[in-house]
């Protein structure tokens, strides 16, 4: 989770971004890609504004909140699905309930079976996901935060 | 500050041209009104990678002779990239082995039996472009050579082809802008798209060499050719070669003045009847018939039989 605290610092998204009409809570979206470059000499992960991507693209799903209204935001609950083309790689904003089926019943990974053509199941695996769901209980006027999860174009 | 972009190539993903779509959803309380916001919707468009593999579907080398005409050796062109492209296919002679096969033709086997049909097979051009592959879809090519008539038997040659995206190839994460599908960037893949097989031909070549002496013991005990003097004829087979050789049949005439000698005959020490039945000779006052049929190299096979000088 190195370059996603790094990214926490360093990044504030750039590109792809509009809002949602205006209301006490604001929900952003974007998506950066993430290339290992080479910088003076050494290897960094950068991220860019990714626009097209190639299959093997490791992208940064970034959701930002923010409460922008005089009184708190209880049970707030953010949901954000995995394209279909992008496989999740197992890393997200600590706190992320995943879900297998489409959003029907959530959980922790490892807690999660998928069934397989044979009518048996398996544990699920990362490139399962389907959607990822956080859950904060409060969110005061003012406050603001971001959701983030890792996934690579299929 | 230098910044080089390594960028990843991963073979078969995402249909060129798709695109990635991600909207994120968020439900709140306030007091007791529960409120549901989406956010703005991210699209990505997924770009054309360039890769492509070729295979040889050949297990073993094929045995030719020399001198042979369109001799076939078969391979696979796989579109391992994510978009539809073209390849231009070359086949050449692989230097630095025993001979140089010709190459006389480049066709797409369109049935898949790993025969050229003139007619039915799509003759490609030498170096140029084949019919546009979808992604992960592959054809065989089948690539025709002349055997030279100098190659020495049990020698060596390879034809290679090669396949190269028509959009462009080099170094993986070369990029060509604009060049992908619908006017998108096109990106090669680790293949540097551009990949190469080579099927290989061996000679084969069987020799018989049939060796004739004769023994003669005259009625006096001596060697002279007088008559009623026996003469005993023998006639040695042998193969040489890297191959077996069928249909090996020895064959001869009793000479004029002379008698064949009943029962006389013999194959590799072991008499054989002079009637055509179930052994390998026959043989009457005219001549002698032997069938050996198949033989391997290396094998010597021995026939004699005896006359009596009238």
Known sequence: MKSLRFCLLA???VALIATAPAGPIQLTSSVMVEKIAMVNGHEQ??????????PGDHLLFQTDY??????AADHFVVTNPVPASVAYAGES??????SVDGGKNYGQLSALRVKTPDGQSRPARPEDVTNLRWTLATIAPGTSGSLKYRGMVK | MAVIVVSPAYARGVRAGSIVANTATATYD??????TINSNTVSLRVDEVLDVTVASRDANDAGVAADAKNQVRTFTVTNAG???EAFNLSALSVNGNAFNPAVTLV???TNGDGIYEAGTDLVVANGNAAPVLEPDASYTVLVLSDIPATAADASRGEVRLSALAVTGSGDPGTVFAGKGLNGGDAVVGATRANADAKGGFIVAKATVV???SATVVDPFGGTRGLPGAAITYHLVAAVSGSVSVGGVHIGDTIPDGTTYQSGSLTLDGTALTDAADGDAGAASSSGIAVGLGTQAPGTSRTVTFTVKIN
């Open chain 1, 11 to 13: 990044c504030a998204p």
């Open chain 1, 45 to 54: 992960t950068v991220l860019k504004a990714p626009k097209p991507v190639f």
């Open chain 1, 66 to 71: 923010k409460n922008t209204g005089a009184t």
């Open chain 1, 93 to 98: 904003t600590a706190g992320a309930e995943m």
């Open chain 2, 30 to 35: 306030v007091g007791t009104t529960t409120t």
């Open chain 2, 82 to 84: 994510n978009g539809p």
């Open chain 2, 107 to 109: 066709a797409i086997d």
């Open chain 2, 210 to 212: 049939l060796t004739k």
